[in-house]
């Protein structure tokens, strides 16, 4: 009987962590979600939910997706650190070093989007489409860009929430509520700044509540400029916020109108509803993301990540 | 003595011609240029110049960075054709099947901006910058990005000139000259925009004008949507508009108020003189960026350009 090869995924978030043991969607073998509390404890638990796996030769390979801000530059001295956060106890730690140290495998550590964009890029809703870009809306505003199957990072990795957008003040008076833009796009359209400016979370707001047709401008605004500058072949939005799935047809239609023909792709002209669509693996993309991850890097020896 | 490998380039424009052959910078064997007539007349006046260097075994591969819109998708049927442009006769040209049933040699071709982008990355201002960007601003606005040593092409090349982004209307009552999208970063920022704008070319708006603190701001906003998307490590800008050295300075300072300190790199934070800068080979970055691309599709015999 032939084992398929299993890999290690750690989905490093804020407020909870998901450590899993699989060898692809729907091949767990061992799973576990705690709490993220302070470093020690939290990394200390991953650490020993994989140390069995990791003895007996089973897992090889680590990929994380890891919050932010994130130091993901591979020739600095702080890579894999997570850089100054309002996370009490998690500034300046090394997440990178203390799994290595802990664990002495293969380990890599890239952002929570990107490792999201790499996941539905091997499995998801983007497999095989290359350039392709995976964008989160919910608490916080963020995506990843697969080229060549590997995520994009630069001078450092990209930060497509606070990209400046024509706010339209006509018929939006909110300024806007992100402490370093205030009103780019994801201090206008983030799962918060509705919240804030209609006093009720997104989720409780009736579709036929005219602030979706301005949300939905304002994410089409977003996505247009990704389109003309990333160009990629498809466009996933996930995240709290699209759960809202007639925000899906607003989008699509917005970003028609404003792009207006330019871009002459029949992706975008005949068939934008298989070019803007939901994640294909749920909640999993991150997950999923950080077991691809690892498997990206075991198949690679010398990738300059580990 | 042993002789440099030459190599072919053409900067293929709308209005003119220039045809190279070269190993590198100061390094050219020969050139012409000619005013851009019919496909016919023009891609054999390139054909005729090229033609004694392929047949003495001198010249084995050719780079094109050619006008557009341009078909760049290798997967296409039209790959290497210009699509539909008001350029008279020119509409549906097949310029790489006519150079290479000419010529009978390896011929890439690529857009005019991401050809410069090359240029400067191969000898210029980008020179070990990867991934990096070159923006020019004139007649249009056009960016080429360089990642892992090649242009960046996805769904389609990018159009980064059409970038949505604040138009001013307190100080700016422009509408916008973009035939697509009136106040895109085009519309509103180009030569031509400006020209309309204040009933002269930009070359004779005084410095004092304060318009160009309206312009810098228009740039700065693209700049911060790049570098929050595509995150290069250095940022050229060339073309007419930025002749105008005491931009850069206003430019800079605008970029650094925008972001905030959102993005902490110290390229951005303590070296941004370095960061945004002018092209580094003047106005050859087109025609040695065409040399580059021919080295480029020359080391790699199995390039997918081909």
């Known amino acids: 009987m032939q084992t398929k090869k299993m890999y290690g995924g750690i989905e490093a978030g804020g407020t909870k962590f998901v450590c899993a043991v699989a ?20 990394l200390g638990k991953a650490i020993r939910f994989f140390q069995p796996f990791v003895s007996s ?6 990929g994380v997706g890891c919050f932010g801000p994130l ?9 894999g650190f997570i850089t ?22 293969k380990i890599a550590l890239d952002t929570d989007v990107n490792v999201a964009a790499l996941g539905e890029f091997k499995w998801g809703a983007s497999r095989g489409f290359d350039p392709s870009l995976y964008l989160t809306i919910g608490t916080g505003i963020g995506g990843g860009y697969i080229k060549d199957g590997r995520s994009l990072i630069g001078l450092l990795s990209p930060e497509m929430g606070h990209l400046r957008i024509p706010h ?4 939006d008076s909110f300024p806007g509520n992100c402490p370093f833009h205030d009103d780019c796009f994801e201090g206008l359209a983030s799962g918060p700044a509705i919240e804030k400016r209609l006093g009720a979370p997104g989720a409780m707001i009736p ?44 989008v699509r239609w917005r970003v028609r109108e404003l792009l207006n023909g330019y871009v002459s792709s029949k992706s975008l002209l ?19 993301g950080a077991i691809a991850l690892a498997i990206q890097i075991d198949a690679e020896p010398k990738d300059s990540r580990v």
């Open 207 to 250: 579709e036929k509540h005219p602030f979706w047709n301005i949300e939905a401008d304002y994410i089409a605004s977003a996505i247009m400029n990704y389109v003309l500058t990333l160009s990629p072949k498809k466009i996933i939005l996930g995240g709290g916020v699209m759960q809202r799935e007639f925000l899906f047809p607003k």
């Open 71 to 79: 130091d993901v530059n591979v020739e600095s001295s702080q890579y």
């Open 168 to 171: 339209n003040r006509e018929l």
């Open 23 to 42: 060898s692809g969607p729907g091949q767990i073998v061992d799973e576990i979600r705690f709490q993220t509390t302070t470093p020690e404890e939290t």
């Open 84 to 105: 100054a956060t309002p996370k009490r106890g998690w500034s300046h730690t090394n997440v990178l070093g203390i799994l290595r140290g802990g664990l002495g495998i």
């Open 270 to 288: 005949e068939h934008i509803d298989d070019y803007i669509v939901p994640p294909g693996l749920g909640n999993q993309s991150g997950s999923l």
């Open 57 to 62: 030769g089973q897992v090889g390979a680590i």
